[in-house]
Protein backbone atom coordinates (compact mmCIF):
# COMPACT_ATOMS: atom_id res chain seq x y z
CA UNK A 1 0.00 0.00 0.00
CA UNK A 2 2.66 2.47 0.84
CA UNK A 3 4.76 1.77 -2.05
CA UNK A 4 1.49 2.32 -4.42
CA UNK A 5 0.86 5.47 -2.62
CA UNK A 6 4.54 6.60 -2.80
CA UNK A 7 4.21 5.91 -6.62
CA UNK A 8 1.15 8.16 -7.04
CA UNK A 9 2.37 11.08 -4.92
CA UNK A 10 6.08 11.04 -5.38
CA UNK A 11 7.72 12.14 -8.52
CA UNK A 12 11.26 10.20 -9.55
CA UNK A 13 10.41 8.34 -6.31
CA UNK A 14 13.48 5.90 -6.75
CA UNK A 15 15.94 8.87 -7.06
CA UNK A 16 16.39 8.81 -3.02
CA UNK A 17 19.53 11.03 -3.48
CA UNK A 18 17.45 14.12 -4.08
CA UNK A 19 16.26 16.76 -1.35
CA UNK A 20 13.56 16.75 -3.05
CA UNK A 21 12.28 13.47 -2.77
CA UNK A 22 13.53 12.75 0.27
CA UNK A 23 11.37 15.38 1.95
CA UNK A 24 8.34 13.81 0.31
CA UNK A 25 8.94 10.80 1.63
CA UNK A 26 8.78 12.45 5.08
CA UNK A 27 5.45 14.45 4.04
CA UNK A 28 4.01 11.08 2.80
CA UNK A 29 5.03 9.12 6.25
CA UNK A 30 3.68 11.91 8.32
CA UNK A 31 0.43 12.22 6.32
CA UNK A 32 -0.40 8.77 7.01
CA UNK A 33 0.50 8.91 9.90
CA UNK A 34 -1.31 11.84 11.23
CA UNK A 35 -4.84 10.44 10.04
CA UNK A 36 -4.33 7.08 11.39
CA UNK A 37 -3.19 8.34 14.67
CA UNK A 38 -6.11 10.62 14.74
CA UNK A 39 -8.42 7.28 14.06
CA UNK A 40 -6.82 5.47 16.31
CA UNK A 41 -6.99 7.69 19.19
CA UNK A 42 -11.09 9.14 18.58
CA UNK A 43 -11.36 5.01 18.62
CA UNK A 44 -9.86 3.85 21.52
CA UNK A 45 -11.11 7.69 23.64
CA UNK A 46 -14.42 6.47 22.72
CA UNK A 47 -13.62 2.56 23.78
CA UNK A 48 -11.81 4.02 26.75
CA UNK A 49 -14.48 6.23 28.03
CA UNK A 50 -17.43 3.95 27.65
CA UNK A 51 -15.46 1.09 29.66
CA UNK A 52 -14.54 3.81 32.17
CA UNK A 53 -11.05 2.41 31.62
CA UNK A 54 -7.87 4.51 31.82
CA UNK A 55 -5.80 2.09 30.24
CA UNK A 56 -7.51 2.05 27.36
CA UNK A 57 -7.40 6.21 27.78
CA UNK A 58 -3.71 6.18 28.13
CA UNK A 59 -3.11 4.78 24.79
CA UNK A 60 -5.50 6.65 22.94
CA UNK A 61 -3.58 9.66 23.99
CA UNK A 62 -0.80 7.99 23.57
CA UNK A 63 -1.81 7.77 19.70
CA UNK A 64 -2.52 11.67 20.05
CA UNK A 65 1.11 11.89 20.78
CA UNK A 66 1.98 9.84 17.95
CA UNK A 67 -0.39 12.36 15.74
CA UNK A 68 1.57 15.53 17.03
CA UNK A 69 5.03 13.30 16.12
CA UNK A 70 3.61 13.19 12.30
CA UNK A 71 3.09 17.04 12.46
CA UNK A 72 6.69 17.50 13.64
CA UNK A 73 8.04 15.36 10.94
CA UNK A 74 6.45 17.34 8.45
CA UNK A 75 7.51 20.47 9.68
CA UNK A 76 10.84 19.35 10.38
CA UNK A 77 11.13 17.92 6.82
CA UNK A 78 10.16 20.96 5.11
CA UNK A 79 12.56 23.21 7.19
CA UNK A 80 15.47 20.52 6.87
CA UNK A 81 15.51 20.65 2.63
CA UNK A 82 15.82 24.91 2.85
CA UNK A 83 19.13 25.91 1.18
CA UNK A 84 21.90 26.64 3.07
CA UNK A 85 22.69 30.35 3.51
CA UNK A 86 24.88 32.99 5.11
CA UNK A 87 24.27 32.29 8.83
CA UNK A 88 24.05 28.36 8.14
CA UNK A 89 26.61 27.67 5.28
CA UNK A 90 26.36 23.63 5.84
CA UNK A 91 22.51 23.70 5.44
CA UNK A 92 19.52 22.92 7.75
CA UNK A 93 19.43 19.16 7.92
CA UNK A 94 19.93 18.91 11.80
CA UNK A 95 16.57 20.28 12.43
CA UNK A 96 15.33 16.93 11.34
CA UNK A 97 17.12 15.61 14.11
CA UNK A 98 15.61 18.81 16.28
CA UNK A 99 12.51 17.25 15.52
CA UNK A 100 13.08 13.82 16.70
CA UNK A 101 14.00 15.77 19.85
CA UNK A 102 10.75 17.43 20.18
CA UNK A 103 8.87 13.96 19.42
CA UNK A 104 10.41 12.77 22.77
CA UNK A 105 9.07 15.70 24.41
CA UNK A 106 6.23 15.54 22.91
CA UNK A 107 5.97 11.45 23.99
CA UNK A 108 7.82 12.45 27.90
CA UNK A 109 5.03 14.94 28.45
CA UNK A 110 2.15 12.65 27.65
CA UNK A 111 3.76 9.85 29.27
CA UNK A 112 4.17 11.90 32.77
CA UNK A 113 0.52 13.00 32.46
CA UNK A 114 -1.12 9.67 31.85
CA UNK A 115 1.12 8.49 34.58
CA UNK A 116 -0.47 10.76 36.88
CA UNK A 117 -3.99 9.77 35.69
CA UNK A 118 -3.42 6.07 36.63
CA UNK A 119 -1.96 6.36 39.91
CA UNK A 120 -5.17 8.31 40.62
CA UNK A 121 -6.96 5.38 39.10
CA UNK A 122 -5.42 3.47 41.43
CA UNK A 123 -5.75 5.88 44.64
CA UNK A 124 -9.74 6.30 43.30
CA UNK A 125 -10.72 2.55 41.73
CA UNK A 126 -13.53 2.36 39.44
CA UNK A 127 -14.84 -0.83 38.08
CA UNK A 128 -14.16 -1.07 33.72
CA UNK A 129 -17.36 -2.03 31.84
CA UNK A 130 -16.10 -5.16 30.39
CA UNK A 131 -17.56 -5.29 26.95
CA UNK A 132 -16.38 -7.83 23.99
CA UNK A 133 -17.48 -6.14 20.82
CA UNK A 134 -15.19 -3.39 22.30
CA UNK A 135 -12.21 -5.81 23.12
CA UNK A 136 -12.77 -6.91 19.52
CA UNK A 137 -12.66 -3.35 17.82
CA UNK A 138 -9.34 -2.88 19.93
CA UNK A 139 -7.52 -5.81 19.13
CA UNK A 140 -8.42 -4.83 15.14
CA UNK A 141 -6.57 -1.73 16.10
CA UNK A 142 -3.69 -3.25 16.25
CA UNK A 143 -3.44 -4.27 12.22
CA UNK A 144 -3.19 -0.78 11.84
CA UNK A 145 -0.33 0.13 14.13
CA UNK A 146 1.44 -2.99 12.40
CA UNK A 147 1.04 -1.87 8.95
CA UNK A 148 1.63 1.64 9.67
CA UNK A 149 4.95 0.13 11.29
CA UNK A 150 5.52 -1.63 7.70
CA UNK A 151 4.88 1.40 6.27
CA UNK A 152 7.36 3.88 8.61
CA UNK A 153 10.28 0.91 8.31
CA UNK A 154 9.89 1.42 4.25
CA UNK A 155 10.11 5.30 4.61
CA UNK A 156 13.06 4.82 7.08
CA UNK A 157 15.11 2.23 4.88
CA UNK A 158 14.52 3.90 1.53
CA UNK A 159 15.90 7.52 3.06
CA UNK A 160 18.09 6.39 5.86
CA UNK A 161 15.42 9.09 8.13
CA UNK A 162 16.07 9.65 12.19
CA UNK A 163 12.58 10.15 12.25
CA UNK A 164 11.04 8.14 10.21
CA UNK A 165 13.00 5.13 12.27
CA UNK A 166 12.01 6.59 15.30
CA UNK A 167 8.35 7.04 14.22
CA UNK A 168 8.66 2.97 13.19
CA UNK A 169 9.81 2.27 16.64
CA UNK A 170 7.29 3.98 17.84
CA UNK A 171 4.61 2.56 15.94
CA UNK A 172 5.89 -1.36 17.19
CA UNK A 173 5.75 0.00 20.97
CA UNK A 174 2.56 0.82 20.46
CA UNK A 175 1.50 -2.96 19.22
CA UNK A 176 2.65 -4.13 22.32
CA UNK A 177 1.37 -1.56 24.73
CA UNK A 178 -1.85 -1.81 23.01
CA UNK A 179 -1.10 -5.78 23.44
CA UNK A 180 -0.75 -5.32 27.05
CA UNK A 181 -3.58 -3.15 27.95
CA UNK A 182 -6.11 -5.83 26.16
CA UNK A 183 -4.61 -8.54 28.00
CA UNK A 184 -4.75 -6.71 30.85
CA UNK A 185 -8.36 -5.44 30.68
CA UNK A 186 -9.50 -9.05 29.82
CA UNK A 187 -8.00 -10.39 32.96
CA UNK A 188 -8.94 -8.05 35.11
CA UNK A 189 -12.59 -8.86 34.16
CA UNK A 190 -12.29 -12.04 35.95
CA UNK A 191 -9.71 -11.20 39.08
CA UNK A 192 -10.99 -9.98 42.17
CA UNK A 193 -9.21 -6.72 42.02
CA UNK A 194 -8.93 -3.96 39.68
CA UNK A 195 -5.84 -3.78 37.45
CA UNK A 196 -7.55 -0.93 35.35
CA UNK A 197 -4.81 1.63 37.11
CA UNK A 198 -2.23 -0.48 37.80
CA UNK A 199 -2.22 -1.22 33.44
CA UNK A 200 -2.08 2.56 32.76
CA UNK A 201 0.92 3.05 35.23
CA UNK A 202 2.74 0.52 33.24
CA UNK A 203 1.92 1.60 29.73
CA UNK A 204 2.64 5.36 30.76
CA UNK A 205 6.06 4.36 32.25
CA UNK A 206 6.73 2.50 29.16
CA UNK A 207 5.82 5.29 26.74
CA UNK A 208 8.16 7.93 28.80
CA UNK A 209 10.85 5.14 28.33
CA UNK A 210 10.34 5.17 24.99
CA UNK A 211 10.72 8.89 24.73
CA UNK A 212 13.66 8.82 27.04
CA UNK A 213 15.79 6.44 24.94
CA UNK A 214 14.35 8.54 21.68
CA UNK A 215 15.76 11.59 23.36
CA UNK A 216 19.44 10.48 24.10
CA UNK A 217 19.67 9.25 20.70
CA UNK A 218 18.51 12.24 18.77
CA UNK A 219 20.89 14.30 21.56
CA UNK A 220 24.10 11.62 19.83
CA UNK A 221 23.38 13.01 16.42
CA UNK A 222 23.43 16.28 17.44
CA UNK A 223 26.37 16.45 19.86
CA UNK A 224 28.31 14.14 17.06
CA UNK A 225 28.72 10.79 17.02
CA UNK A 226 31.40 8.12 15.03
CA UNK A 227 30.98 7.36 11.95
CA UNK A 228 29.59 3.53 11.23
CA UNK A 229 31.87 0.96 10.43
CA UNK A 230 30.18 0.56 6.94
CA UNK A 231 30.94 4.10 6.42
CA UNK A 232 35.12 3.89 7.85
CA UNK A 233 35.00 0.54 5.28
CA UNK A 234 33.54 2.21 2.24
CA UNK A 235 35.46 5.21 2.08
CA UNK A 236 38.80 3.31 3.51
CA UNK A 237 38.14 1.39 0.61
CA UNK A 238 37.87 4.06 -1.99
CA UNK A 239 40.87 6.04 -0.91
CA UNK A 240 43.34 2.74 -0.49
CA UNK A 241 42.17 1.51 -4.23
CA UNK A 242 44.85 4.10 -5.32
CA UNK A 243 48.40 2.70 -5.20
CA UNK A 244 49.61 6.20 -4.86
CA UNK A 245 48.61 6.21 -1.44
CA UNK A 246 50.26 3.80 1.08
CA UNK A 247 48.05 4.33 4.09
CA UNK A 248 45.40 6.86 5.67
CA UNK A 249 44.94 8.20 9.62
CA UNK A 250 42.15 10.94 11.25
CA UNK A 251 39.49 10.78 9.56
CA UNK A 252 36.80 12.64 10.54
CA UNK A 253 33.24 13.02 9.84
CA UNK A 254 31.24 15.31 10.34
CA UNK A 255 27.38 15.20 10.30
CA UNK A 256 24.70 18.20 9.41
CA UNK A 257 21.64 16.03 8.43
CA UNK A 258 20.94 13.67 6.10
CA UNK A 259 22.57 14.20 3.12
CA UNK A 260 25.02 16.88 4.36
CA UNK A 261 28.00 15.07 5.48
CA UNK A 262 31.70 16.51 5.46
CA UNK A 263 34.47 14.50 5.90
CA UNK A 264 38.34 14.76 6.46
CA UNK A 265 41.30 12.57 6.60
CA UNK A 266 44.89 12.07 6.13
CA UNK A 267 46.09 10.05 3.44
CA UNK A 268 50.01 8.86 3.76
CA UNK A 269 52.43 9.13 0.39
CA UNK A 270 55.77 8.55 -0.64
CA UNK A 271 57.49 11.37 0.01
CA UNK A 272 59.60 10.82 -3.00
CA UNK A 273 56.32 11.01 -5.47
CA UNK A 274 55.68 14.10 -7.91
CA UNK A 275 53.31 16.26 -5.92
CA UNK A 276 51.30 17.45 -8.91
CA UNK A 277 50.49 14.35 -9.34
CA UNK A 278 49.58 13.01 -6.00
CA UNK A 279 47.39 15.98 -6.42
CA UNK A 280 45.84 15.31 -9.14
CA UNK A 281 44.82 11.45 -7.35
CA UNK A 282 43.45 13.08 -4.71
CA UNK A 283 41.38 15.18 -6.69
CA UNK A 284 40.52 12.29 -8.03
CA UNK A 285 39.35 10.13 -4.90
CA UNK A 286 37.44 13.11 -3.46
CA UNK A 287 35.48 13.34 -6.25
CA UNK A 288 34.71 9.81 -6.54
CA UNK A 289 33.80 9.93 -2.99
CA UNK A 290 30.87 12.30 -3.66
CA UNK A 291 29.79 11.07 -6.56
CA UNK A 292 29.52 6.89 -4.70
CA UNK A 293 28.83 8.52 -1.06
CA UNK A 294 27.34 11.74 -1.08
CA UNK A 295 29.75 12.82 1.23
CA UNK A 296 31.89 16.15 0.86
CA UNK A 297 35.89 14.39 1.36
CA UNK A 298 38.93 16.53 1.68
CA UNK A 299 42.15 14.23 2.15
CA UNK A 300 45.31 16.07 3.03
CA UNK A 301 48.50 14.40 1.82
CA UNK A 302 51.27 13.37 4.46
CA UNK A 303 54.56 12.27 3.02
CA UNK A 304 56.57 9.34 4.42
CA UNK A 305 59.44 7.46 3.38
CA UNK A 306 58.42 3.65 1.95
CA UNK A 307 61.08 1.14 1.05
CA UNK A 308 63.66 1.79 3.11
CA UNK A 309 64.99 -0.83 5.64
CA UNK A 310 66.84 1.43 7.68
CA UNK A 311 63.76 3.22 8.56
CA UNK A 312 61.48 0.32 8.19
CA UNK A 313 63.60 -1.62 10.45
CA UNK A 314 63.18 1.38 13.29
CA UNK A 315 59.77 1.44 12.87
CA UNK A 316 58.99 -1.95 13.57
CA UNK A 317 61.08 -1.25 16.85
CA UNK A 318 58.96 1.37 17.70
CA UNK A 319 55.77 -0.46 17.32
CA UNK A 320 56.83 -3.42 18.99
CA UNK A 321 57.21 -1.13 22.03
CA UNK A 322 53.77 0.34 21.28
CA UNK A 323 52.33 -2.98 21.37
CA UNK A 324 54.09 -4.03 25.29
CA UNK A 325 53.27 -0.39 26.90
CA UNK A 326 50.69 1.01 24.96
CA UNK A 327 48.45 -2.04 23.33
CA UNK A 328 45.20 -0.69 21.79
CA UNK A 329 47.09 2.51 20.45
CA UNK A 330 48.62 3.03 16.91
CA UNK A 331 51.15 5.45 15.43
CA UNK A 332 51.32 7.66 11.61
CA UNK A 333 53.48 10.34 10.22
CA UNK A 334 56.45 8.58 11.57
CA UNK A 335 59.92 9.99 10.33
CA UNK A 336 63.32 10.24 11.88
CA UNK A 337 66.26 12.32 11.95
CA UNK A 338 68.90 10.18 11.81
CA UNK A 339 72.71 11.14 14.24
CA UNK A 340 75.61 9.41 15.21
CA UNK A 341 74.74 9.43 18.54
CA UNK A 342 70.95 10.35 17.96
CA UNK A 343 68.38 8.99 16.41
CA UNK A 344 64.93 11.63 16.99
CA UNK A 345 62.11 8.85 16.31
CA UNK A 346 59.35 11.45 15.20
CA UNK A 347 55.58 10.66 14.70
CA UNK A 348 51.59 10.74 16.87
CA UNK A 349 50.20 8.32 19.07
CA UNK A 350 46.89 7.41 18.76
CA UNK A 351 45.35 7.27 21.88
CA UNK A 352 41.44 6.08 22.39
CA UNK A 353 39.28 9.28 23.63
CA UNK A 354 38.05 7.64 26.70
CA UNK A 355 41.84 8.44 28.31
CA UNK A 356 41.92 10.94 30.71
CA UNK A 357 45.08 13.46 29.99
CA UNK A 358 46.62 11.95 32.89
CA UNK A 359 46.63 8.44 31.74
CA UNK A 360 47.54 9.38 28.43
CA UNK A 361 50.57 11.40 29.26
CA UNK A 362 51.50 7.96 31.65
CA UNK A 363 51.24 5.94 28.27
CA UNK A 364 53.81 8.97 26.54
CA UNK A 365 55.74 8.38 29.41
CA UNK A 366 56.30 4.89 29.57
CA UNK A 367 56.58 4.77 25.67
CA UNK A 368 59.62 7.05 25.57
CA UNK A 369 61.24 5.24 28.77
CA UNK A 370 61.03 1.56 26.56
CA UNK A 371 62.34 3.33 23.22
CA UNK A 372 65.33 4.47 25.23
CA UNK A 373 65.96 1.24 26.22
CA UNK A 374 65.37 -0.30 23.04
CA UNK A 375 68.44 1.33 22.27
CA UNK A 376 70.05 4.50 23.83
CA UNK A 377 70.08 5.99 21.07
CA UNK A 378 66.59 6.49 20.38
CA UNK A 379 64.98 10.25 21.56
CA UNK A 380 61.04 10.14 20.83
CA UNK A 381 59.11 13.38 19.80
CA UNK A 382 55.60 12.19 20.31
CA UNK A 383 52.76 13.63 19.83
CA UNK A 384 49.31 12.52 20.93
CA UNK A 385 46.70 12.51 18.86
CA UNK A 386 42.43 10.93 19.37
CA UNK A 387 40.54 9.03 17.45
CA UNK A 388 37.37 10.44 16.33
CA UNK A 389 36.16 6.94 14.78
CA UNK A 390 34.59 5.58 18.50
CA UNK A 391 38.09 3.63 19.80
Given at each position: MIKLLAKIFIKDREN??????????????????????????????????????????????????????????????????RLPDREH????GRIEYISSLIVSFIILIVGFELFKGSVDKILNPEPVIFSIPMIIILAASLLVKLWMFVCYRFIAEKIDSSVMKATARDSINDVISTGAVIAATVAGHFLPFHTDGFVGVIVAVYIMYGGIKLAKETIDLLLGTPPTQETIETLSGIILSREEIVGIHDLIVHDYGPGRVFA????????????????????????????????????????????????????????????????????????????????????????????????????????????????????????????????
Open positions: VKDKTVREKYCVLGGAVGAVCNLFLFGLKLTIGTLMKSIAITSDAFNNLSDMGSCFVAIIGAKLSNPFGHSVHAEVPDDANAVHIHEIIDAVERQILLETGIQMVIHSDPITVNNEYVDGIKENVKKCIENVAAGCTMHDFRITDGENRINLIFDLVISSSYPPKESAKIVSGLKEALHECDSRYEAVITVDRDYNGR
